[in-house]
């Protein structure tokens, strides 16, 4: 089945630009979604589709993605974007929905 | 506002059944499909199982196959999940997410989750 992988962490300062990727084999000819999850949340969608985001979602979150990485990048980081991110994408070989294995985001 | 309450969680022993519900609520639910994650105690996310709006469209992870079933109600705007032959790796907080029109589409609300054990 496809395989999704993540850095367990990123570590940023407040101010500066967090970038969280997600390797997969050929990803750039998938969709990839990324969510936020937080302590004892619920995730959250803030990026579709590589790129696009939510109604809601400060545009300090974009995505990209080409060739076999796909990147989260949140600009401006704050204190309250300290969570954990997933990205995700839907695998046709297998007909199912992938997770990558999540990035904890520390904000320094 | 939309809203998905899950429901039906608990402590149950190895080899015995639960079934989870959602109810749904803050849009038109027989529109969209549905679907269920789980995430272990400490663990990353893992998609369970979901369905499109008619039913018609059904999947799971190989690790739930043949012992999980989904189905949906949209007459009661509510999302089960039949879990048969639980197993130690099953505990998990189980979320009810809800996908878009079209399919294949992310999961753009989720619920609170309802906490499954199952232990002896």
């Known amino acids: 089945s496809y395989v999704l992988t993540q850095p367990p962490s990123v570590s940023v300062a407040p101010g500066q630009t967090a970038r969280i990727t997600c390797g997969g084999n050929?990803?750039?000819?998938?969709?990839v979604h990324w969510y936020q999850q937080k302590p004892g949340q619920a995730p959250v969608l803030v990026v579709y589709d590589d790129s696009d985001r939510p109604s809601g979602i400060p545009e300090r979150f974009s995505g990209s993605n080409s060739g076999n990485t796909a990147t989260l990048t949140i600009s401006r980081v704050e204190a309250g974007d300290e969570a954990d991110y997933y990205c995700?994408?839907?695998?046709?070989?297998?007909?199912?929905?992938?997770f990558g294995g999540g990035t904890k985001l520390t904000v320094l | 506002e939309v809203q998905l309450v899950e429901s039906g969680g608990g402590l149950v022993q190895p080899g015995r059944s639960l079934r989870l519900s959602c109810a749904a609520s803050?849009?038109?639910?027989?529109?969209?499909?549905m679907h269920w994650v789980r995430q272990a105690p400490g663990k990353g996310l893992e998609w369970v199982s979901g369905i499109s709006w008619n039913s018609g469209s059904i999947g799971y992870a190989d690790s739930v196959k043949g012992r999980f079933t989904i189905s949906r109600d949209n007459a009661k705007n509510s999302l089960y999940l039949q879990m048969n032959s639980l197993r130690a790796e099953d505990t998990a907080l189980y979320y009810c997410?809800?996908?878009?029109?079209?399919?294949?589409?992310?999961?753009?609300?989720w619920g609170q989750g309802t906490l499954v054990t199952v232990s002896s």
């Open positions: 803050g849009f038109t639910f027989d529109d969209y499909a």
């Open positions: 995700q994408v839907w695998d046709s070989s297998s007909d199912s929905w992938v």
């Open positions: 997410a809800k996908s878009g029109i079209a399919a294949r589409r992310p999961f753009d609300y």
């Open positions: 050929n990803i750039g000819s998938k969709s």
